[in-house]
């Protein structure tokens, strides 16, 4: 089994204090220790050791972060977290620089990550339903997707080595929200992603 750690990226608001996503994580956390993996859990609005966290990647197989698209991208606690920790591991624990060399200064930035046996997945949730996205008649997305809307978290993954996962979301959480039948594709996508292998 593997080393499996969940970031809890959700910043409270008024209209927002956070409960879905601590479900999620809980929901996640649950099943992968059933499946025998061994999980760490952080939350960004807790306090927390910036070397610890860096470690927590370091230890982790896969990398799970949690949170709800706010203004089209992570929460600003989440963004903070991202600053300290990410800034800190750039020493070669999470990634040896940029990736470029001085032989060859203008190549292969992005590239230096450390990280690359360990996968990501992305989890969110977002007002948005799922219906504005894959659609060129939707004008304000313009037919993107949602891994097209979270390309700046895929790319913050991508400079550390990770490597993706299928990324989960419950859609339209504000105005429509279903949560039962969010939680019941959660747990299929977990499934689907994190196998329990049962005995034989």
């Known amino acids: 089994m593997s080393n499996i750690h969940i970031i809890n990226g959700h910043q409270p608001y008024p209209f927002a204090k956070g409960e879905l996503n601590r479900t999620l994580v809980a929901r996640a956390a649950a099943h992968l220790k ?4 061994e999980v760490r859990i952080t939350a960004v609005t ?3 050791d910036i070397e610890q966290e860096i470690t ?3 230890w982790a197989d896969t990398v799970i972060m ?3 698209v706010n203004w089209m991208g992570a929460p600003w606690s989440f963004k903070k977290y991202m600053d300290e920790v990410y800034t800190a591991g750039m020493d070669g624990r999470l990634c040896a620089g940029d990736g470029r060399t001085a032989e060859a200064p203008k190549a292969n930035y992005g590239l230096g990550g450390t990280l690359k046996d360990t996968t990501y997945m992305l989890s969110v949730t977002l007002n948005a339903p799922a219906e504005a996205f894959d659609d060129q008649k939707e004008a304000f997305f313009a037919g993107g997707s949602l891994d097209d809307l979270l390309r700046p978290m895929h790319l913050n993954a ?3 080595g990770m490597s993706a996962l299928p990324t989960f979301a ?3 959480v504000m105005k ?5 039948a969010d939680l019941n594709r959660f747990d299929t996508h977990l499934r689907n992603v994190f196998p ?4 034989a």
Do not use: C, L, S, W
């Open 66 to 68: 949690q949170f709800p």
């Open 196 to 199: 329990i292998h049962e005995p």
């Open 56 to 58: 927590n990647h370091q």
């Open 176 to 180: 429509n929200a279903d949560v039962e």
């Open 158 to 160: 991508k400079f550390f």
């Open 34 to 37: 059933k499946a025998g993996h």
């Open 46 to 48: 807790d306090d927390y």
């Open 170 to 172: 419950a859609f339209d």
